[in-house]
């Protein structure tokens, strides 16, 4: 894989941090960015280059594309990785906040596929990993706009895999479970949660949900599965990583009667 370009988004921390490490270390040329990447590109003694990129910003998407494509000629792949979490009920949720949401993890992915499509299209090809989550699958319960954005990025990706496959361009879903990542404490809580009637709720959710995070999958094993579909002729179209429980619950989310899903669901999160 020596030599293969790969721009990765949110790469100053966990999930695109592994990636990017792990990518380096096989060889590939990484260009890893995040907001507080510095304006003037670095590179690490494993080749690593982090430099500064807004993916809710569409100049300076263009401009990080356009980097790379000075730097080293070519895009082979891109992992659209930056995003956060925020928690609180629908009902307390404003448009504001979930807007927010919305623009880094749905816009933000939207906006750096659209400016790599061209250069992969003229390239004859690439790789996109859309890193989206298993609350993209499932709902859930206080963190309804956060599942809202990956459900979006979830649809997009499957539409855009079927779009870009007549150009040799292979859109790969990447679903992780529970990860111990910078995530947890970086949660946004909506403002109106600290006086909510929804509040007694939100709080028992939130524990059982950040106790999961803080006990999940070590990061590494998305870059590792990242890395096998960099490599891999021809990718399924979703992969999922993490705890088994977490990954069964997904699977049956296609078996069992919505009623019993949902109940299931809430009950664990001792609703
Ligand atoms: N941790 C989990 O349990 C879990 C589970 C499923 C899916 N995921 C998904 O995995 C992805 C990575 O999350 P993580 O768990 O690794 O969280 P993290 O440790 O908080 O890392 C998030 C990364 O995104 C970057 N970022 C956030 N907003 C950005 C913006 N507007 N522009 C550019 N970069 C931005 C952050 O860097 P800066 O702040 O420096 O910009 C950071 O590098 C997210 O899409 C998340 O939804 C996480």
């Given at each position: 894989m020596s030599g293969k370009v790969v721009l990765i988004t949110?790469?100053?921390?966990g999930i695109g941090k592994a990636c990017a490490e792990y990518l380096a270390q096989k060889g590939y040329r990484v260009f890893g960015t995040s907001?507080?990447?510095?304006?003037?590109p670095e590179v690490s003694p494993t080749g690593l280059t982090m430099f500064y990129m807004d993916v809710n910003d569409d100049r300076s998407v263009q401009e990080g594309v356009d980097f790379v494509l000075r730097q080293?000629?070519?895009?082979?792949a891109v992992v659209n990785n930056a995003g956060f979490g925020i928690a609180g009920s629908v009902e307390d949720t404003s448009i504001e906040e979930a807007k927010a949401q919305l623009e880094t993890n749905f816009f933000g992915t939207l906006r750096v596929c659209r400016a790599a499509l061209p250069v992969m299209r003229a390239q004859g090809g690439g790789t996109i990993v859309n890193i989206s989550s298993l609350g993209g699958i499932i709902a859930l319960p206080f963190q309804g706009l956060y599942s809202a954005s990956k459900f979006a990025v979830e649809g997009l990706t499957e539409a855009l895999r079927m779009e870009a496959q007549p150009f040799g361009i292979r859109v790969v879903l990447v679903e992780p479970g529970d990860t111990r990542t910078g995530f947890t404490d970086r949660r946004v809580r909506v403002a109106a949660s600290a006086n909510s009637v929804y509040r007694p709720y939100f709080e028992r959710v939130i524990q059982v949900v950040e106790a999961d995070e803080r006990n999940g999958t070590h990061p590494e094993a998305v870059a590792r599965v990242v890395e096998r579909i960099l490599r891999h002729p021809n990718p399924a179209p979703r992969y999922r990583v993490g705890p088994f429980v977490q990954r069964l619950a997904a699977a049956l989310k296609g078996v069992l009667p919505d009623r019993l899903f949902l109940w299931a669901i809430s009950k664990y999160y001792r609703l």
């Amino acid at each position: 894989m020596s030599g293969k370009v790969v721009l990765i988004t949110g790469a100053s921390s966990g999930i695109g941090k592994a990636c990017a490490e792990y990518l380096a270390q096989k060889g590939y040329r990484v260009f890893g960015t995040s907001r507080s990447a510095p304006r003037n590109p670095e590179v690490s003694p494993t080749g690593l280059t982090m430099f500064y990129m807004d993916v809710n910003d569409d100049r300076s998407v263009q401009e990080g594309v356009d980097f790379v494509l000075r730097q080293a000629g070519r895009l082979d792949a891109v992992v659209n990785n930056a995003g956060f979490g925020i928690a609180g009920s629908v009902e307390d949720t404003s448009i504001e906040e979930a807007k927010a949401q919305l623009e880094t993890n749905f816009f933000g992915t939207l906006r750096v596929c659209r400016a790599a499509l061209p250069v992969m299209r003229a390239q004859g090809g690439g790789t996109i990993v859309n890193i989206s989550s298993l609350g993209g699958i499932i709902a859930l319960p206080f963190q309804g706009l956060y599942s809202a954005s990956k459900f979006a990025v979830e649809g997009l990706t499957e539409a855009l895999r079927m779009e870009a496959q007549p150009f040799g361009i292979r859109v790969v879903l990447v679903e992780p479970g529970d990860t111990r990542t910078g995530f947890t404490d970086r949660r946004v809580r909506v403002a109106a949660s600290a006086n909510s009637v929804y509040r007694p709720y939100f709080e028992r959710v939130i524990q059982v949900v950040e106790a999961d995070e803080r006990n999940g999958t070590h990061p590494e094993a998305v870059a590792r599965v990242v890395e096998r579909i960099l490599r891999h002729p021809n990718p399924a179209p979703r992969y999922r990583v993490g705890p088994f429980v977490q990954r069964l619950a997904a699977a049956l989310k296609g078996v069992l009667p919505d009623r019993l899903f949902l109940w299931a669901i809430s009950k664990y999160y001792r609703l």
